[in-house]
């Protein structure tokens, strides 16, 4: 059975939807964590990252 994000999502908030128990049982072992835009920020600042050069990825050499 095949099950859409927007389900999981509607029931996990959804407390008296029959299967919420199940969901966030199911969200805890997969370590879910709510959308939090400043936790976030605070991991993605320390990312260390270099600019790509996808402007010349179809360039040949010669």
């Known amino acids: 059975m095949e099950i859409s994000i927007y389900y999981i999502h509607n029931v996990y908030h959804d407390e008296n939807h029959p ?6 049982k199911w969200a805890e072992e997969q370590l879910y964590r709510e959308y939090d835009k400043d936790w976030t920020n605070i991991m993605l600042k320390h990312i260390k990252y270099k600019k790509t050069e996808w402007d010349k990825i179809n360039e040949t050499k010669e």
């Open 19 to 24: 299967d919420h128990k199940n969901i966030k």
